[in-house]
């Protein structure tokens, strides 16, 4: 055994290894080629400042009412059984298309409400609700 003597794996080194160097600074240059255009406006202008609230559109509510003895009323109006179909259809062609509360009283027919449903459904309107009182405890 030789002691003593040194083979050249021993030297010591004195080259930096770039390999790393060049890999954080190939990211740095992607990082900086995807955030400068961003920051940065393609065209100066002064835009005005405007503020404004939506315009909400509510649809119109139509009451339709039968009474005990089979009258119907239309928003607290008295309606004759042959003007409700046109007012049906006039309300169903209307923009945008009113919701439509059918109140029957609770000692009227069962017929007369079931007719003035069917005579909305035929007019072709889609928005209707029938409107009860809570029951009191």
């Known amino acids: 055994m030789a002691f003593g003597t040194q083979d050249d ?3 010591v080194m004195n080259e930096i290894n ?3 160097l060049v890999d954080v600074m190939l990211v740095l240059l992607i990082v900086f080629m995807i955030t ?3 920051m940065k ?3 100066n202008i002064n835009l005005p400042h405007a503020t404004s609230t ?5 649809p119109e509510t139509i009451r339709l009412s ?4 089979g009258h119907y009323f239309w928003n607290e109006q008295q309606l004759a059984d042959a003007d409700l179909e046109p007012r049906l259809a006039a309300a169903a062609a209307a923009n ?3 919701e439509l509360h059918l109140r029957g009283d609770k000692d009227a027919r069962y017929e007369k409400v079931a007719q003035a449903l069917a ?3 035929r007019a072709g309107l889609h928005k209707i609700g029938f409107v009860t009182d809570p029951q009191k405890p």
């Open 54 to 58: 939506p315009v909400e559109v509510k």
């Open 41 to 43: 406006d393609a065209v």
């Open 66 to 69: 039968v009474d005990p003895q």
């Open 119 to 121: 005579a909305a459904q």
């Open 96 to 98: 945008p298309q009113p």
């Open 18 to 20: 770039m390999t790393p």
């Open 36 to 38: 400068v255009p961003v």
């Open 9 to 11: 794996t021993d030297d």
